[in-house]
């Protein structure tokens, strides 16, 4: 069994969502929820919530691996300065403790979860919830967007890992 700390970075909601299991076995839900930050909070003042709430997640879920979203080009650069911010820190806060981080784009998630790299955040969070068997779909989409996270990395971190070492291997390095 494997445990995922999901993240969708944000400076204002950052979603986090753990998950456990492993391929072609139902899946569980750990933990889901948002680390919020006030707008009108200098930034580093929310770079420094941000932290906090990623630090306490991985003390309480003890994951075995994060997947962060992959920050993509956007045309509100304010925004997407924000995003990376924020996946920097999660990046941070998982290296700091030795732990694998995965970067997974969002049609990369989208196609994992929906099976169409194109799904809209509701399709996104109507397959969470029905993968997860729950009975409510995970609120904010935030929260839902970072189980996604977690599940894509679950069905395809484990396929990726064995790539990535077999082509080490290739290469001569151990």
Do not use: Y
Not at 37 to 52: C, H, S
Not at 90 to 97: D, E, N, S
Not at 126 to 136: F, I, K, N
Not at 159 to 166: G, T
């Amino acid at each position: 069994m494997l445990r995922v700390l999901g993240v969708d970075p944000g400076l204002t909601r950052c979603g986090l969502g753990a998950v456990e299991g492993r391929p072609g076995t139902p899946l569980s839900l750990v933990a889901v929820g948002v680390v919020r930050t006030p707008a009108d909070d200098d930034i580093g003042a929310r770079l420094v919530a941000v932290e906090t709430g990623i630090e306490r997640w991985l003390d309480d879920v003890r994951p075995d691996a994060v997947a962060v979203e992959r920050v993509f080009a956007q045309h509100n650069v304010r925004t997407v300065m924000g995003t990376a911010q924020a996946a920097a820190v999660a990046v941070l806060c998982a290296a700091r403790r030795g732990l694998p981080v995965a970067l997974h784009t969002p049609s990369e998630v989208k196609a994992a979860i929906t099976g169409s790299g194109t799904a809209d955040k509701k399709q996104v969070g109507l397959m969470v919830t029905r993968l997860l068997r729950l009975d409510a779909m995970p609120k904010p989409a935030d929260a839902a967007d970072a189980l996604a996270l977690a599940i894509c990395h679950l069905w395809r971190g484990a396929a990726q890992n064995r790539l990535a070492d077999a082509l080490a291997r290739a290469k001569g390095k151990p």
